[in-house]
């Protein structure tokens, strides 16, 4: 028998799922729109029906273990999602109770960076780590931490919003309501600002001046600078020497073997890592230099956000294994 | 029989060693110089001889379960102190093999504010907790974290020096070998050189313009300030804005349940926690206001880096005994 897991991956636009087994082959992936539901029950009730169709449709033996959830402002303690700001759903929405009801299975919800650290654990390029960090580059910055081996979630859940740390108090205006966080700098929308920055700031030509804000993206960026257009390269060396002066500061914290950059800008390669590592080195104390791995995520693929979400499952039955274990011999 | 733990706190000047129950009690300490000793071996044969006298004038059936260090640069995971700047014998020295051979019990080193944030949680005001941070404020900055309810080292064992986080790259020199490190502004030695700065900056009559760079210290800064001295005050001020913004960048990292101040700056009271939690709030993403506490040490006493020491080893033996259970069941 075949043990699997559902990973639902909830986004502004669109809901990803799909069912994968310990390996992390994907054997089924599905999605529906998130944003044409206005009414979260009817969406709930949509999911439910396009999941329920995709278990029917498994072909050979298999038993489903449990459902993993990723989801902007998802809280693991309550297996809420809290307040999103990308979701038009307001308040506090009880989705894991909903699922573990609707499929008598366990439900775990984890925000998406903490998702995507559990998956680089499971199925990534940190198996066997037990100390990292992942770094979701989309169109803000988002961070999960593992410690001891363990997901960290802190006090209240919500532990790794490194993409709030402060760059400059004075800064760039952030979604949050603060200046100068790290993810007005970093992040595909951040090098967009900076793309704009420079084209103010300096003269030389761009074929970037042609592109109105709302029409750039990282891809276009990095086309770009792989051409030699200058703005282009000087905005990655910006957003690297900002990157690895903060994970300068992000490693004196905790320590870590290695930190995984994921997502768009993180596909530009060297262009993002070498500026990004040489300031890092640069930037931390002299104990722990040359000690710190700067690395791709092993799940740069599009299937990545449900391969976290579904880890969440594998990750829960391995800890409530544990739990239960010393609770027998205590 | 009465199970009891030795407690070893290394500083540079003097080594203070103690026998302490599960409680927090201290039934003996003492304490021999660190620096009279130029060769390691002689101060090792000085430390052992005055521990074992310790031992033998204990009444009463007793048991002695460990002997746990706290040092600047000591290393968990390989049990050696490491390169210590602080210390005139040079190199890696094998402390816990050492002491292991010597007396025949489980000997475990960390750094101390590791060992303070240990003995917050096995003795102090953070009992119960699973996810917090100790700041000790010291003639630096040192940092111990505490998340899921494990002492987090991180994979080289260094984790937790928040003391080496940027307030500024072009800013005071630090002895790590960077500029602008938080402890050259927060910490016994900041507040003094943040004092210089006001009296030369400014031309308000201050009663600590008559006192030498080398002559002053916390108590003198704190007794000036309340007394209303203004730069004193002032010196207060800026040293909680610097701390207030540096613990906002931690909080979203680990997410804690409150910070614990200890160590002589910490015992100025409001002068320093106002200004601190002020700053702490103002610079945190609206998501994590009002969530963490910011709260002296319960350990504010003579004996704290003996107790610190000495709960390393009762964590030590939870943990060796979690794992051994684990084992037995796989």
Redesign the interface.
Known sequence: MKELTIGIDIGGTNTKYGIVDKEGQVVFQGSISTAEYNEFKDYFKGLANAIRQAIQGLKGEHKILGIGVGAANGNYYKGTIERATNLKWKGIIPLADMLKEEFDIPAIITNDANAAAVGEMVYGAAKG????VVITLGTGLGSG?V??G?L???????????G???VN?AGRYCN???RG?LETYVSATGIKRTVYKLLADHLEPSELRGIAFDNLNTKMITEAAIRGDVVALAAFEYTGRILG?KL???V??????AIFLFGGLSLAGDLIFKPTIRHMEA?L????RG??KVLPSGLQNQAAPILGASSLVWNYLDNTQ?KQ??KI?A
């Open positions: 780590m037990k100390d990292f931490f410690a001891n363990q960290l979630n802190g006090k209240h859940g919500i532990a790794g919003e490194v709030h740390t402060s108090p949050c309501g603060k966080c002066m300068a500061e992000t004196v914290h905790t320590d870590p073997e930037n104390m002299p104990l722990f000690k710190v544990q274990l010393q011999i």
